[in-house]
């Protein structure tokens, strides 16, 4: 019994022991993984925030032998470790092929391990299990973890734990994305507010002062200077907090030189910030800060279609010195507002300054070793005007022309009444004698036998009255005949004048009554207007400004819009003497007849005529009305 309870107490005292131990165990892995924790939300970069992802992935994984995080610029690469597991491991190139795989098929793997990737006798015994970073369709890495084999089942949850433990990462960059995207808006508010106070001004010393007094303020500056490429040297033309200065005084000289280097670098120079390796020269602005007590120094220079036309200097204590957002600002704001003050300052400029620098820029271009394009464009109207000038031609005054017949007759009403019938209509071709309208005669027909009624019946009692001897009802009776026979003189006339015949052979010209058949018409209305086919007169529209160099006799030739490929040889044959105005020009009616008979002509056929004068330079047939109008407006205006 002794010996039973003594091995009953040693075991016991060895379950206590064990379980002491467990308990340790057990708090120490929770004390460790409460550190990762803790390191994980306060990751202040990306290394170590993957770093302890990695560890407490593989933690809640279990039985994890290594795992990678590659990270790189998103969608390029390279891509590169940048987290393993255990920590400080070297030997993982077996993960990489897996994880290449995975970023090139942007899904997620799960594959056997090769025989000697993990290490010899265990790489039957591994899979690895990978999963692309991928954050708004684009890539930024992926993560590979190598486990033990498991079941199909386990090793579907570890993709899928890993899956879900990928947000983290996603979750980070998404967080960068955003970060650097409000950063982005927040540095174009801030410089659009900036070239505001430059569009706000139309002169060019108000809209400079403005920009670096803004920028003084908005970056606390002691001090902000701005200035130009003049003559090949750049020139202060604004200076923060001073309305004047002078620039032969040594600090203007100094901050010239400074902006120099910035301007023929085409660089933006930080002093005494600079990159420790670059290439980028600032001699003068260390020879600024020693001579004048300048701080932290920065000069960004200005370009406007790619050529550089100038620089802003800012300048702070040294112990504010310019950070990178500082810069990126104002290099935001030199972009932008150095088109715009350029062009107010070459507005602002004298308007003989400005046609002098347009010339000598386009002589330097001309002259220069470029520019072939522009010296075969300056040759060629060289040798155009050089043309113009020597060359002869052949002046000839245009002007609209419209064909008239001599002869025009009209066929009016005779008297008011209703058309009956018209035959004919413009453009028909008649016959002297032929039927042009007839009118309703059955009107005057009743008026007629009305008259001849009364006649009879004044006859009649005419020649009662005769034979009863009453003279004053004879010669009331005789008086009311006459009357009654004028009526019906009348009425005869009207009646043998209800046909309208055309006068002579010719073509109408105007008219047609066709469409309104029983319509009413007023005594002494045109109803037709007829034109021989045999004569005609051609009438040239000259404008007042061309008309002293016409003469009669003179040739010319005329294009018909019904027969614009047939040229008609014409002659001068009168010049009226007075203009006349129509569509706001005044222009000389220039007869003339044609040289040749053309039996297709028409009366009131248009074209466009030209009347031969001589031959004159081609310079001053192309300008001479330009030159006319240009001496006679030069003129009106002199005193």
Not at 261 to 289: F, K, M
Request: glycine share 6%; net charge negative.
């Amino acid at each position: 019994m002794d010996s039973q309870t003594e091995v009953e107490r040693q075991a016991l005292r060895r379950d206590a022991e064990a379980q002491v131990v467990a308990e340790s165990v057990q708090s120490v892995e929770q004390e460790q993984e409460q550190r990762l924790w803790t390191a994980f939300a306060d990751a202040a970069t990306v290394e170590t925030f993957c770093q302890t992802w990695l560890a407490l992935q593989c933690g809640m994984t279990g039985g994890v032998r290594a795992g990678l995080i590659l990270l790189g610029p998103p969608d390029r690469g390279p891509f590169r470790p940048m987290a393993t597991w255990p920590a400080g491991r070297r030997n993982l190139k077996h993960l990489t092929k897996t994880a290449e795989r995975t970023l090139s098929e942007r899904r997620g793997l799960l594959v056997k391990a090769e025989a000697d990737a993990a290490g010899g006798e265990q790489a039957n015994d591994c899979y690895e299990v990978s999963y692309p970073i991928e954050v708004r369709g684009v890539l930024h890495g992926a993560t590979v973890l190598e486990v033990p084999t498991r079941s199909d089942a386990k090793l579907k949850a570890t993709m899928r734990r890993l899956h879900w433990g990928a947000a983290w990462l996603e979750l980070l960059f998404l967080r960068e994305a955003v970060t650097a995207e409000q950063e982005t808006r927040e540095r174009i508010q801030a410089a659009l507010d900036l070239v505001a106070t430059v569009v706000g001004h139309d002169r060019f010393y108000s809209s400079a002062m403005a920009l670096v007094t803004a920028l003084a303020t908005k970056l606390q500056c002691d001090r902000v200077s701005l200035g130009f490429v003049t003559r090949g040297r750049t020139r202060v033309f604004a200076v923060s907090h001073s309305a004047e200065f002078k620039q032969h005084t040594n600090l203007i000289r100094s901050i010239s030189e400074a902006m120099d280097e910035a301007v023929d670098q085409r660089e933006t120079i930080v002093y005494p910030n600079g990159s420790a390796g670059s290439a980028v020269v600032s001699r003068a602005h260390a020879e600024l800060a020693r001579q004048h007590g300048a701080g932290a120094v920065c000069s960004i220079p200005l370009e406007a279609l790619g050529v550089p036309i100038g620089a802003v200097m800012l300048e702070r204590p040294i112990e504010r010195p310019f950070d990178s957002k500082a810069i990126e600002l104002c290099q935001a704001v030199a972009a932008l507002a150095g088109p715009i003050l350029d062009t107010h300052r070459r507005d602002d400029r004298w308007l003989l300054t400005k046609a002098v620098d347009s010339v000598n820029s386009y002589l330097v271009s001309l002259f220069g070793p470029r520019h072939v394009a522009l010296k075969l464009v300056t040759a060629a109207v060289v040798g155009l005007l050089l043309f113009c000038v020597l060359a002869k031609g052949d002046y000839r005054v245009s002007a609209k022309t419209v064909l008239e017949p001599i002869v025009q007759r009209a066929a009016a009403a005779p008297f008011n009444g209703y058309i009956r019938e018209a035959p004919v209509r413009a453009g028909d071709l008649v016959q002297a004698g032929q039927v042009l309208c007839t009118l309703d005669d059955r009107e005057l027909r009743l008026e007629r036998l009305k008259s001849l009624s009364k006649f009879e019946e004044y006859q009649k009692e005419y020649h009662k009255a005769m034979a009863e001897r009453e003279a004053a009802k004879v010669e009331i009776l005789t008086a009311q005949m006459h009357q009654a026979q004028a009526e019906i003189a009348l009425l005869d006339d009207q009646l043998a004048h209800t046909k309208v015949l055309a006068p002579f052979d010719g073509i109408v010209v105007t008219g047609d009554l066709s469409q309104q058949l029983g319509a009413p018409i007023e005594k002494g209305k045109v109803l037709f207007e007829i034109a021989p086919l045999d004569s005609y007169r051609l009438v040239i529209e000259v404008d007042e400004r061309d008309i002293a160099d016409v003469v009669v006799g003179q040739k010319g030739s005329l294009m018909l819009s019904a027969f614009p490929s047939e040229v008609i040889d014409v002659t001068v044959e009168m010049i009226t003497p007075v203009s006349t105005a129509k569509e706001g020009r005044n222009f000389f009616r220039v007869e003339a007849r044609f040289d040749q008979p053309h039996d297709r002509l028409r009366p009131g056929m248009e074209g466009a005529g030209k009347i031969d004068i001589d031959r004159r330079s081609v310079m001053w047939i192309w300008t001479h009305q330009i030159v006319d109008w240009l001496r006679l407006a030069v003129w009106s205006w002199l005193p």
